[in-house]
């Protein structure tokens, strides 16, 4: 039977051998919800690059840039760190490139996959519905935060996993934690990540709006996939 | 006020600085569980070592000596890695070199801490009652299983922290994650534990009265503490 298998933080990744696995890259606030709408709305491919430096090249190459660091947006780029910012219609059609805390971290380090998708609860049916029928293991790689475990992106993974029992074993502890935490916490995802390091940084930037629509559920059916170094819609 | 962290495996613990804090390492299968029967049942003192060949060497000197590698009694050594054997009228008033696949390396990992304890569920109320009164932040490290999220150290972390939150504020994530997991498990938590990696691998080895054993809450009022390189009760 296939295996699914969680990775809490990225700084666990090399305890797994993804060279066989379709890895699902996920950062709820707000890398991957943002990278997800991006190309539900319209932007041909997001360069997910590690640093501010990288994201900088590529803008003076023409292309839009966006770059987040601790929360906030860096000065001197295009877009903001919003998934609102990236529903622009200046941006359809434009490849963005983009760096944050997290994510695009997560996504670097995971390069090496089988086959890397981008994971949201905005695209959370999507996603489930193509890994079902994929005949390969399944490793989930959390962004958390500089290393740390977080709690969003957990509870995606455990939403994930949790509709893939039927076709997937769970190999690790990780997983059953993931399911376990998701099931406490699907009835009012916002009460349950209220007391979250995350999710209180991020209160405290008044993005409540952002945070509401990171938790929505199935607001697309499209999934970003890793094609050489750009993230197109699949 | 004072704060209480759940590291949730030793390849994690270079993300937190262990100088001001009391460190609880905690090993529930079977490492923590043992060395804390060992103390309550008058063993002078544990030495927890990294590798085998130590081991054997502290043996050499003279001393009782454990070794466990995946679940199983390394030969040629004196005790093995059930509590029960550290019951052993014989070891009483000695001291005893161990060295196991997780608990004992995680001990070492954060021998740098300002203080040094051993809990498991054996203990649980003596450790919370202990670090109630402290005026210092508390870490609880997880052993894990080979750098890998293991579900019943995290309970037993949640558990804790779950005790302490009138006096400690929670800082990270992976505390809420600990003590929301607690809260799931802790009507039945061998019913909880059932699918988990470790258990499931324990149980292959015809051991469930050693994990019912280190399920139980509170039988012993004693806290192992690191000494130098021994831990002694107190």
């Known amino acids: 039977m296939k295996t699914i298998d969680v990775c809490l933080t990225p ?45 900088k090249a590529w803008q003076q190459l023409g292309l839009l840039a966006a ?10 780029f295009d877009l903001g760190n919003s998934p609102f910012s990236y529903m622009n219609p200046d941006a359809k059609g434009k490849s963005i490139a983009v760096t944050t805390t997290n994510g695009t971290q997560a996504i670097r380090k995971s390069q090496n996959a089988k086959q890397l998708i981008v994971g949201s609860f905005l695209n959370l049916s999507a996603v489930v519905n193509f890994l079902r029928n994929q005949p390969v293991d399944v490793l989930i790689v959390c962004a958390g935060w500089k290393g740390m475990f977080n709690l969003e992106d957990t509870l995606f993974a455990g939403a994930v996993a949790d509709c ?11 997983t059953l934690a993931a399911v376990a935490l998701y099931h406490a916490a699907r009835h009012d995802m916002m009460a349950f990540l209220s007391n979250s390091s995350h999710v209180q940084r991020l209160a405290s930037l008044e993005i409540h709006k952002d945070i509401e629509f990171c938790l929505t559920t199935d607001r697309y059916d499209i999934i970003p996939v890793l094609q050489g170094e750009k993230l197109v819609g699949m």
């Open 164 to 174: 893939l029992t039927a076709q997937f074993s769970v190999a690790c502890d990780s």
């Open 67 to 76: 770059a987040e660091r601790d929360g906030t947006m860096v000065e001197g």
């Open 11 to 55: 700084e666990l990744l090399h305890l797994y051998d993804v060279h066989n696995k379709i890895v699902v890259v996920v950062d709820i606030l707000r890398a991957t919800s943002c990278i997800t709408t991006a190309i539900a709305h319209g932007v041909a491919s997001i360069i997910p690059v590690a640093s501010v430096e990288e994201c």
